[in-house]
């Protein structure tokens, strides 16, 4: 490489995280204005009130609260229960699940503003198969991830904008499972305010059904139980 072309692309890379980094803290602080503005809770029925006041609009409302809820703190389940709540099942699944999309779209590209620069160079110098390996496996993983009920998403779609998983590859890996994860707590959500009806044990179930779901697969299972054996046991 020549020496002197090495500067520029790297003030050109300072640049651009500092001008992301920029951008998010910008968004931070409209994000906590707006959490202001609408009165929002740490609770489905608050989000559902916040929005639902304004009326054809809030669908709307719902998908760019969804799409930037880290920075509101509002974990994926509230805003998944509150689209149940708001839209119904059927409606509040696929809102709910074009949300986490968006959503899952901005982190990636996040990190891959900012972070693929200087993570990317250090993790190929101690891990040399890290990108092969993340491109055949990562959007499996990113799919269970994001349709698993306790998935926990920001980190994993946020590693994968540093990874070489190409974005439609990335979109096809979340959408469908961010679907199925909405299309769970969306249905909870619808019979929330019903407690005790067959609706609400049956949205109920389907949860904890696919919660342990991973449990099935006998490798993970023995690696589970183990991990709580104690050491020295017999």
Do not use: C
Not at 143 to 149: F, Q
Not at 178 to 206: C, K, N, P
């Amino acid at each position: 490489m020549n020496p002197q072309t090495q500067p520029p692309s790297t003030a050109r890379r300072t640049a651009r995280s500092l001008l992301t980094l920029a951008g998010v803290a910008l968004a931070l602080l409209l994000a906590q204005r707006a959490r202001e503005a609408l009165g929002i809770e740490w609770s489905a029925e608050a989000i559902r009130e916040a929005v639902r006041g304004y009326g054809i609009w809030a669908p709307a409302i719902y998908l760019l609260l969804t799409a930037g809820r880290q920075l509101l703190v509002l974990p994926s389940a509230l805003v998944l229960i509150a689209a149940g709540l708001l839209f119904g099942a059927g409606m509040g699944a696929l809102l709910g699940a074009t949300g986490l999309t968006l959503n899952a779209l901005v982190l990636y590209g996040a990190a891959r503003g900012v972070g693929r620069p200087w993570v990317l160079p250090w993790l190929r110098q101690r891990w040399p198969a890290f990108e092969s390996l993340a491109r055949r496996g990562g959007p499996a993983f990113i799919a269970l991830i994001t349709g698993h009920p306790a998935g926990f998403l920001t980190p994993f779609h946020m590693a994968a904008g540093v990874t070489g998983i190409a974005l439609p590859v990335f979109f096809v890996a979340v959408f469908p499972a961010a679907l199925l994860r909405a299309g769970l707590f969306s249905l909870l959500g619808a019979h929330l305010l019903d407690v005790g009806s067959v609706g609400f044990w049956i949205a109920s179930l389907a949860l904890l059904a696919f919660a342990l779901a991973p449990l099935a697969h006998p490798r993970l299972r023995r690696k589970l139980f183990a991990s709580f054996e104690e050491p020295g046991g017999p």
